[in-house]
Nanobody
Framework: EVQLVESGGGLVQPGGSLRLSCAAS????????LSWVRQAPGKGLEWVST???????TYAEPVKGRFAISRDNAKNTLYLQMNSLKPEDTAVYYC?????RGQGTQVTVSS
């Protein structure tokens, strides 16, 4: 059974940083591309970033240059380093593998 457990969210001021983690289990982690998506209040899911099995990364335009996705195959963990956070980054952030998604972690950017 695929399990994805996100952590690291919280309340941060504009301009601040957070690092999200996603602990994965139930599948051969190193062989899969993984993504982060987010859902802001009252809006649909928005793709944020993807890292493939070769650690090639892609980013949505709104986060390019501010966010960095990475993976540690030895720890079966996906990360999202978020810098220069803006109020519009406020959302629940989810770790995704194919059609599987974790429970999410709330990120709130507010002064």
């Amino acid at each position: 059974e695929v399990q994805l457990v996100e952590s690291g969210g919280g309340l941060v001021q504009p301009g601040g940083s957070l690092r999200l983690s996603c602990a994965a289990s139930g599948f051969p982690f190193r062989l899969y591309a993984l993504s982060w998506v987010r859902q802001a209040p009252g809006k649909g899911l928005e793709w944020v970033s993807t890292i493939d099995m070769y650690s090639v990364t892609t980013y949505a335009e709104p986060v390019k240059g501010r966010f960095a996705i990475s993976r540690d195959n030895a720890k079966n963990t996906l990360y999202l380093q978020m810098n220069s956070l803006k109020p519009e980054d406020t959302a629940v952030y989810y770790c995704v593998r194919g059609s599987s998604r974790g429970q999410g972690t709330q990120v709130t950017v507010s002064s």
